[in-house]
């Protein structure tokens, strides 16, 4: 894979992490698993859907359990992320589509080709959020879902600009309305935050930076932010508390007008 023009760092954090990437977030405890999921399930058994895109499909948490109902096409720009999604495809009998690709360039496929797109935590990485709706607009079929975990502006928000120097424990304020180029932290890496080789980037982008492109192309059903049930507390208080006390994850339902 070319990095050169990896303007975030992202593939190259990414190959490296996607291992230990697919334990975090399906461990019991994890906040995908305890926040994220229940609620993205409910959505997808409130629609109908033969064929989906998942955008951003890291290792195929998603793309798995989309793949026992439908046909699935999953892109990623990591190949390690994609070799841990085709291992577990293989190991669980199912077949979805892998492609390497970034999402934030025009995608290979037909006008109107799919009837549900799927995005988990991935649009953090994609700065012209007008150009990804348009283009989920464009592959979608008329009246086709949309359904969006995002990384909340809340949490985005808090941080680092790319200027700021992570140590300095004011740098992790809530900085709202300030610049949008972040530095990102994953919690799951044991990457160098401080060498130039593993510095991961992203995009902090505020509930308007989201709703406003959005509602360009799409119908707003439904807006989320999932909080965790008692049952975590019991499992894991402290990440009970720290979710509990701040939005993690904004999920949104649309379908193409």
Request: aromatic share 12%; glycine share 2%; net charge negative.
């Amino acid at each position: 894979m070319d990095y050169k023009n990896d303007l975030l760092n992202v593939t190259p954090v990414w190959d490296k992490t996607a291992k230990a990437y697919h334990q975090f977030i399906t461990e019991a405890n994890s906040y995908v698993q305890s926040i994220e999921l229940p609620i993205i399930t409910q959505l997808l058994d409130s629609i109908s859907f033969s064929n989906v895109l998942d955008l951003g499909c890291g290792t195929g948490h998603y793309t798995l359990k989309l793949a026992t109902k439908s046909r699935v096409t999953a892109i990623d720009l990591s190949a390690e992320m994609l070799a841990v999604a085709r291992e577990a495809a293989v190991r669980d009998g199912l077949s979805p589509t892998f492609l390497q690709h970034d999402i934030t360039k025009p995608l290979p496929f037909q006008n109107a080709e799919f009837d549900l797109i799927v995005s988990t935590t991935a649009l953090h990485y994609v700065e012209d959020l007008a150009a990804f709706f348009q283009e989920c607009s464009r592959l979608l079929k008329p009246s086709g879902n949309l359904i969006l975990s995002l990384l909340h502006p809340i949490s985005t928000g808090l941080f680092p600009t790319v200027d700021q120097d992570y140590r300095d424990s004011r740098c992790w304020d809530l900085k709202y309305f300030s610049s949008k180029r972040r530095r990102y932290f994953p919690p799951w890496s044991s990457v160098d935050p401080d060498s130039s080789e593993d510095a991961l980037q992203c995009y902090h982008h505020t509930l308007q930076d989201y709703l406003q492109p959005l509602l360009a192309h799409f119908k707003l059903l439904v807006i989320s932010e999932p909080r965790p049930d008692r049952d975590f507390a019991e499992r894991n208080p402290e990440r009970y508390f720290y979710s509990n006390s701040q939005p993690l994850f904004l999920i949104i339902h649309a379908k193409r007008d």
